[in-house]
């Protein structure tokens, strides 16, 4: 399956000690952090590194590698991309890898969103969808609504306009002062499979009333809270949320860059609760983890009131916009994503993982557990060692990233029962380690 070219050991840690020195990670410091893993190829559900170890990838590279890493028609069709044009600018040009992508996605995303635009990265795509909610309301001659509502618990992104997002006590509080102000509504409580409580959406209700004239938009995760939580909650809260924005001529925005593309069972996470957005990012496994590609894609409504105001063009325009061999990945990955039939897969993994993981609740140190779709999660009560993470993916062979108190999996689409129980068991392993002292809440860094 992979090349066999051996690296030699003194060529790894001299590699890994210049990365060290220079090379920032995320979320982590530069120098003194724990080992990392030379990685040196990809093919499916496993990376190998340079010293030859083959790890199943079960966070999906962060959540992007849905049809395993490496597919061969992606790859192929970035290299027949490249050999005619890597990039353009697009001021100005379009290309076809652009128009054909926008083609797939209007028939491939949530009805009437059809007016996409291509953003490099999640973030910025979080970013653009705020600017467009902001500019809607400009439209309408109502500037005053420049705010928005964001979820405690949320995560959207690590630039300053998508921060401002993010759960407000969560990983970004250092830089509170360089955040916009925004609105937050508390969690959602109710969880995905509970009887729906009407309690659950006071919060939200109130924080809408009280700033009516101030908000533009209200801003979600659909159904599933990951990067500041792992947490899954009511599909009710999306329809309540969609008729009181519909009330107040208040825009909502579905951030599905986590949850789309099946990674919670459906096509789409509002798929849950039968309601659409207004406006809905999109990311990661966009290009099944081979480019950074995401969208804003926005209805009709929102595109043609923007279009016919004072101000009719949409006021942004990153450098490397559409860019086409990142377009041609994402033909690629839609290809597969229409072709390939994940809703069953999808099943079959949930199927694998609630047998697996039940069992854990009882185990000393679990808090929780949680499962839809392709997401697995075991919320213990004290965070595990890094020295025991980093020991149990090379005994078992299994990668996975916890962070806070979050030992979870988010496998490739494609990725197998035999691989899943492995998954699983690795998972079991970090949760009856011996627990770390209990800490200040800051560890979101490795
Ligand atoms: C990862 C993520 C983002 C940010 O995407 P980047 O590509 O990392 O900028 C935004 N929203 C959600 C829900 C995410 O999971």
Redesign the pocket.
């Known amino acids: 399956m992979f090349s066999c070219e051996r690296i030699d050991n003194d060529t790894i840690s001299r590699q890994l000690h210049f990365d060290s020195e220079h090379l920032w990670h995320p979320y982590a410091a530069l120098k003194n952090t724990p080992a990392r893993f030379l990685a040196v190829s990809a093919r499916g559900t496993t990376i190998r590194t340079a010293e030859g170890l083959e790890l199943i990838d079960a966070v999906s590279s962060?959540?992007c590698a849905a049809h395993g890493h490496n597919a061969p028609e992606i790859v192929e069709a970035i290299r027949r991309q490249s050999d005619r044009m890597c990039h353009v600018m697009f001021g100005g040009f379009t290309h076809e890898p652009a128009i054909e992508l926008g083609q797939r996605l209007v028939e491939f995303l949530p009805e009437g969103l059809n007016k996409i635009f291509f953003a490099d990265?999640?973030?910025?795509?979080?970013e653009c969808a705020v600017k467009m909610a902001v500019q809607y309301q400009y439209a309408l001659g109502r500037p005053e609504r420049c705010k928005l509502v964001a979820l405690r618990g949320?995560?959207?992104?690590?630039?300053a306009g998508?921060m401002a997002l993010s759960d407000p006590d969560g990983m970004h509080v250092l830089f509170r002062g360089i955040m916009p102000q925004h609105y937050f509504a508390g969690r959602p409580n109710c969880r995905f499979d509970d009887t729906w409580d009407d309690a659950d959406f006071h919060s939200m209700e109130q924080v809408i009333e009280e700033h009516l004239n101030e908000i533009a938009a209200v801003i979600c995760?659909p159904v599933f809270q990951?990067?500041n939580g792992m947490w899954l909650y009511h599909p009710n809260y999306l329809k309540s949320l969609r008729e009181i924005c519909d009330r107040h001529g208040i825009l909502l925005i579905l951030?599905?860059?986590?949850?789309g593309f099946y990674r919670t069972g459906p096509r789409f996470a509002m798929e849950h609760a039968g309601i659409l957005p207004d406006i809905m990012?999109i990311?990661?496994a966009l290009t099944g983890g081979s480019i950074?590609l995401?969208a804003a894609a926005a209805s009709e409504r929102v595109a043609r009131t923007i279009t016919e105001s004072k101000i009719p063009a949409f006021m942004h325009g990153p450098t490397y916009m559409a860019n086409p061999l990142a377009c041609a990945a994402g033909v690629a990955s839609l290809n597969l994503f229409s072709t390939r039939d994940y809703l069953t897969n999808v099943r079959r993994i949930e199927a694998r993982l609630r047998q697996n993981l039940a069992p854990l609740r009882s185990l000393e140190n679990t808090a929780d557990v949680r499962v839809l779709g392709a997401i697995g999660v075991l919320e213990l009560k004290s965070k595990p060692a890094a020295d025991d993470i980093l020991r149990i993916i090379r005994e078992t062979g299994v990668w996975l990233r916890p962070f806070c108190n979050y030992v979870y999996t988010m496998p490739p689409l494609i990725t197998a029962d035999a691989e899943i129980d492995r998954i699983c068991e690795a998972i079991r392993l970090i949760a009856q380690c011996e627990p770390m002292p209990v800490q200040e809440k800051d560890d979101f860094h490795e």
């Open positions: 962060w959540w990265s999640g973030s910025i795509a979080v949320g995560y959207h992104g690590d630039t998508a995760e990951g990067g951030d599905e860059i986590a949850s990012c990311g990661k950074t995401a």
